[in-house]
């Protein structure tokens, strides 16, 4: 007898997994890169030719599965791009993160947008544990987030590129930079003591060749700290 998928999830499965191999690549590739996509960021990362995959982007909005807006394409429903999501192994999807940041990087640099991409960037870095990579992209995309106001967002941020300022190698400088960035943000916030904490950090910074921040930016740190 037929069996019948016992959830929306397996049901979008089955029905993807009928449209054929070409659907299935450019479906997994969209679904990592987020809810709205463009042709140019995900075409490399599918697999596909651009004739294969104009093809099978015509079989997916003639199914409704993808809607085509200004500048790009994006999922009918969130339930789909969860559906595809979900059913990727974390190695693939590890993978395709990494193909769609490398994709975004090299077509942001050659349109000289790195500032735009920061925040995709980040997160795709973050998202294949591509952790030195994310950290210039993580700062950037904190100063965006606070020049526009999202000071939460910015302080979240930038404790992410704290987190793996190791693994990219930052310099003193650029540490010092973001602390105090962090610092003046968590002050704004009302958050006393983490920002206490982040001007305790940037006075007693050290980096190679014994680095350390100079006279003046050890007293300014140790003047917010207390």
Same mark, same amino acid.
Not at 70 to 98: K, M, N, T
Not at 163 to 188: K, S, W
Not at 208 to 220: I, L, N, V
């Given at each position: 007898?037929?069996?019948?998928?016992?959830?929306?999830?397996?049901?979008?499965? &089955?029905?993807?997994? %009928?449209? #054929?191999? !070409?659907?299935? $690549?450019?479906?997994?590739?969209?679904? /990592?890169? +987020?809810? @709205?996509?463009?042709?140019?960021?995900?075409?490399?990362?599918?697999?596909?030719?651009?004739?294969?995959?104009?093809?099978?982007?015509?079989?997916?909005?003639?199914?409704?599965?993808?809607?085509?807006?200004?500048?790009?394409?994006?999922?009918?429903?969130?339930?789909?791009?969860?559906?595809?999501?979900?059913?990727?192994?974390?190695?693939?999807?590890?993978?395709?993160?990494?193909?769609?940041?490398?994709?975004?990087?090299?077509?942001?640099?050659?349109?000289?947008?790195?500032?735009?991409?920061?925040?995709?960037? &980040?997160?795709?870095? %973050?998202? #294949?544990? !591509?952790?030195? $990579?994310?950290?210039?992209?993580?700062? /950037?995309? +904190?100063? @965006?987030?606070?020049?526009?106001?999202?000071?939460?967002?910015?302080?979240?941020?930038?404790?992410?590129?704290?987190?793996?300022?190791?693994?990219?190698?930052?310099?003193?400088?650029?540490?010092?930079?973001?602390?105090?960035?962090?610092?003046?943000?968590?002050?704004?916030?009302?958050?006393?003591?983490?920002?206490?904490?982040?001007?305790?950090?940037?006075?007693?910074?050290?980096?190679?060749?014994?680095?350390?921040?100079?006279?003046?930016?050890?007293?300014?740190?140790?003047?917010?700290?207390?």
């Amino acid at each position: 007898h037929l069996s019948l998928p016992d959830s929306p999830a397996a049901a979008i499965r &089955a029905r993807v997994a %009928r449209l #054929g191999s !070409r659907v299935e $690549a450019l479906l997994s590739a969209a679904a /990592a890169a +987020g809810q @709205r996509f463009e042709f140019e960021v995900v075409r490399p990362v599918s697999g596909l030719s651009a004739h294969e995959m104009l093809n099978a982007l015509e079989t997916c909005l003639e199914a409704r599965l993808l809607e085509e807006h200004a500048g790009g394409y994006h999922f009918h429903h969130s339930l789909v791009r969860d559906a595809v999501y979900e059913a990727l192994s974390p190695r693939r999807r590890l993978e395709l993160h990494r193909a769609i940041a490398d994709a975004v990087e090299a077509r942001a640099a050659a349109a000289g947008e790195m500032e735009d991409a920061s925040e995709m960037l &980040a997160f795709h870095r %973050r998202a #294949g544990e !591509r952790w030195g $990579a994310a950290f210039r992209p993580l700062t /950037a995309s +904190g100063h @965006r987030a606070a020049a526009r106001g999202g000071l939460a967002e910015a302080s979240a941020l930038y404790q992410q590129a704290l987190e793996v300022a190791d693994a990219a190698e930052a310099g003193g400088p650029e540490r010092l930079d973001l602390l105090e960035a962090l610092g003046r943000l968590q002050l704004t916030l009302a958050e006393n003591g983490a920002a206490a904490r982040a001007f305790r950090a940037a006075a007693e910074l050290s980096g190679p060749g014994g680095w350390r921040p100079d006279p003046e930016q050890r007293a300014r740190a140790r003047r917010h700290e207390a």
